[in-house]
């Protein structure tokens, strides 16, 4: 299988991410798999003129593309030129670039939540009138129309993430090389099911504060992070606490909150990322799949009886009060 | 005399968009004109947000450069503050921030670098076979074996600030996660891989030996791991006279300490001085952006949508003392006095600016090495403290490539003015208004074109040398 990789407007995060996948490492893994890398604008010998002949040759339909993988939002600023980036050399701009090879692919794939809906690209009013490939924001129909299909019939597959996890591409490029991935396997917003049926929630090492609403006051407490820091963790689809990041790492373990990075719009929260909005002291925003009613009533019965060793703990950086000692009846 | 002019596009194995306009005379670069050909507008994007938006946003900026970014915006953050950071904090974001800078000269070196002496044009060189089998363009042995130590030694990271890139684990006052004993001695048990990788596959000898290198003379004899196979091939191809810098050398100091930075801070030319940041302005006269030429506290981005001429990129061309300045990682070791970067300094090139690297590479895994050592987890690692409602902060780090300045102004509670300028603003600037060329640019002057070639393998050579992050440079 063929795959060609665009960087359109982003970090290039998702790459350098992608490059921390382990056992084995990206470039056995994809050869493993049978994906061969046409092109890749941070990887790949050809420069210039020898890659613009790459390009040019899958335009004509002399290459066969099986998979266009996307990284980064598209400008169409400004005024719907999409000059705002102009891919290097080529006189044209990357919204006519990616638009053009898109219609080609067998497979389209969104990485990063720039690509899928605009992401941090699209943020504080847009500077670059940028979009995602088939959603702007959590509408669909961006660069792409709602109805758009590769051709091998998938929409887009929005493998959202800011950062993605470098497992959910490779996971993501291996069921597609072997034909494996259908619609059923995507979710409402494109994204592959099998990282977001689970919540960042999920394995959290700090669910025991969480359970009686131990909350942090400060970034470095140990408390959950929910009331007071801005973590919507119980919402944002991720398996990031199950699989871990970087050998076993998480937002929450690191100990700052989960922002949703793997939802669209999650750049323009409307209040500070690490603050929780609140209405007359009782945060907005809660676990969407729970009745508000048995939510506050749950959370204040749990407050009550919160243990003493949950409560120090969590307003402390480190673990003041570690659990009581069981002893073996003899 | 002929003239051609080389359009060349998309220069890859950087980070971001990058393209050059050569113009070639008698079989050389006459005039080079560099484009960095996306714009975002960050700096639009954060202003009316709440300060503390900022280390959410700005890592994003650059998803190889992130930890910088964020610790240049931890700074500038403190700095508008008043606030002094918990030294045990610093020490660990200076920790988290060297592991990354690392990882960043590892890519360099194996990902975007090397892989262009496995090309074909050199086919018959005496070393060829071996750069072809260790550093082929995703296949070498080596960049395979280098991807896998950079996400090993990555696993600091996730242990410290969460995950890499785009952690919000650097705070103005410290980091978030106070580390425990059982984090230090694992922290340690991964640097000591990383030193073994490194010793027995990248330079073949220990680290210490090449770090105590004192002459060019002596570098060039150095023999071991891939390391060597480098210098040989930079004896072989004279990558010494390639490329050469105008001698103007800025470093911001790195991996700030209550006792002072590591690298240390300020410019040389001919020999060390001082840095005043005072006399940063910032050129608009050849970028697509309105307004005039302003110091960072005063500077505003506003695209010239038309894309009028002579603008011809979204850099803007900082100057200091109105001169052009490059910086880097041979930059920091010139600024901080090493000896062999200084002799290398002589004839700052291709080599100077690889070695400088290499050389920096050897030293940070000690720096590393005794910030391990150094964490005391029964400290205080993150103090908190109130932004005032009208303040001014400066944020000044070292990403791996160079210099990294963040300067915030807020009023109202609210950033009411966010300028960067990342190092390759500073390396790959266009034209001033005197038409004075950016570092690039001028190093490019005289590199030899041969006939028909049409990427032209020792303008990439000069290009990569100074591993420029695109994304940051205009962001």
């Known amino acids: 299988m063929n795959l060609l990789w665009l960087q359109a407007a982003g970090c290039g995060g998702c790459t350098m991410s992608l490059l921390c996948a382990e056992t084995p490492d990206v470039f056995s893994l994809l050869e493993g798999a049978g994906i061969r890398v046409l092109w890749h604008p941070a990887l790949s010998v050809e420069t210039g003129a020898e890659a613009l002949a790459l390009l040019e040759a899958v335009e004509r339909d002399e290459v066969a593309l099986d998979i266009l993988c996307v990284e980064g939002a598209i400008p169409r600023g400004p005024a719907g030129t999409g000059r705002f980036q102009m891919l290097a050399g080529t006189g044209r701009s990357m919204l006519d670039w990616a638009g053009s090879l898109a219609r080609r692919a067998r497979h389209v794939v969104a990485v990063g939540t720039c690509a899928a809906y605009g992401g941090v690209t699209s943020a504080g009013g847009n500077p670059s009138d940028a979009v995602g490939m088939q959603y702007e924001g959590a509408h669909r129909g961006g660069l792409l129309p709602a109805g758009f299909r590769a051709a091998g019939g998938l929409p887009v597959v929005n493998v959202a993430g800011c950062p993605t996890h470098p497992d959910w591409v490779t996971e993501t490029l291996m069921m597609l090389a072997a034909g494996v991935l259908d619609e059923a396997g995507l979710d409402g917003l494109g994204r592959p099911r099998f990282y977001a049926d689970h919540l960042v929630h999920h394995a959290c090492p700090k669910n025991e504060f969480y359970e009686y609403k131990a909350s942090a006051r400060h970034l470095s407490d140990a408390g959950c992070l929910m009331e007071n820091l801005g973590c919507v963790g119980t919402q944002a689809v991720g398996d990031c606490n199950i699989r871990p990041w970087n050998g076993g790492g998480s937002c929450t373990r690191g100990g700052y909150p989960c922002i949703a990075c793997t939802a669209p719009e999650f750049e323009e929260p409307r209040h500070p990322f690490t603050e929780t909005p609140k209405v007359a002291g009782i945060p907005v925003g809660l676990p969407s799949d729970m009745p508000k009613a048995w939510f506050m009533a749950l959370a204040s019965l749990s407050k009550a009886a919160t243990p003493d060793r949950i409560a120090k703990n969590a307003v402390s950086d480190r673990i003041a009060v570690p659990p009581r000692l069981r002893v073996p009846r003899t | ?475």
């Open chain 2, 1 to 475: 005399m002929s003239q051609t002019v080389l359009l060349v596009g998309p220069f890859n194995r950087v980070e971001g968009d990058l393209e050059v306009k050569l113009t070639v005379e008698e079989g050389r670069v006459a005039a080079a004109h560099v484009n960095a050909p996306l714009y975002r507008g960050f700096e639009v994007m954060l202003a009316g947000k709440d300060p503390r938006d900022a280390l959410t946003l700005v890592p994003r900026i650059c998803g190889i450069c992130s930890i910088s970014q964020s610790a240049a915006a931890a700074r500038a953050l403190a700095s508008a503050q008043g606030l002094v950071p918990s030294p045990d904090g610093e020490g660990m974001a200076a920790l988290i921030h060297a592991v990354e800078n690392a990882c960043d000269h590892l890519t360099h070196f194996h990902l975007f670098f090397m892989p262009d002496f496995a090309r074909g044009a050199y086919a018959g060189r005496a070393w060829h076979g071996r750069a072809v089998e260790r550093f082929a363009a995703m296949s070498g042995t080596a960049a395979r074996g280098a991807v896998a130590a950079r996400a090993e030694v990555m696993h600091i990271l996730g242990l410290m600030a969460g995950k890499w890139p785009h952690t919000l684990a650097i705070q103005p006052g410290g980091v978030t996660r106070t580390p425990t004993l059982r984090d230090r001695v694992r922290i340690l048990a991964t640097l000591r891989a990383f030193r073994g990788w490194m010793e027995r596959d990248l330079f073949g000898g220990r680290l210490e030996d090449f770090a105590a290198l004192s002459s060019v003379e002596a570098l060039m004899r150095w023999r071991g791991g891939d390391v060597g196979l480098f210098l040989e091939i930079a004896a072989d191809c004279g990558l010494d006279r390639l490329g050469q810098g105008a001698g103007r050398y800025l470093s911001f100091g790195a991996y700030p300490l209550p006792e002072g930075p590591v690298f240390a801070r300020g410019l040389w030319e001919g020999g060390a001085r001082g840095l005043d940041t005072s006399g940063i302005v910032e050129d608009l006269s050849h970028a697509w952006m309105q307004g005039e030429a302003a110091h960072p506290w005063a500077g505003e981005t506003r695209p010239d949508e038309a894309m009028a001429a002579p603008g011809y990129s979204w850099c803007k061309a900082p100057r200091l003392e109105g001169k052009p300045w490059e910086t880097g990682a041979l930059a920091r070791q010139v600024v901080d006095g090493h000896r062999l970067a200084l002799e290398l300094a002589r004839s700052g090139g291709v080599l100077a600016r690889v070695a400088g690297r290499l050389l920096e590479l050897a030293r940070l895994q000690g720096v590393m090495e005794r910030l391990a050592e150094g964490i005391r987890p029964e400290a205080r690692f993150l103090v908190d403290g109130p932004m005032p409602a009208e303040a001014r902060g400066e944020g000044l780090v070292e990403a791996a490539r160079g210099a990294l300045g963040h300067w915030l102004r807020v009023e109202r509670g609210r950033i009411a003015g966010y300028q960067i300028i990342a190092p390759t603003t500073w390396n790959f600037s266009p034209r001033d208004a005197a038409g004075v060329a950016g570092p690039l640019e001028a190093a490019l002057e005289g590199v030899p074109v041969a006939e028909g070639e049409a990427v032209p393998v020792a303008v990439q050579h000069v290009v990569r040398s100074f591993d420029p992050c695109m994304v940051c440079t205009v962001h």
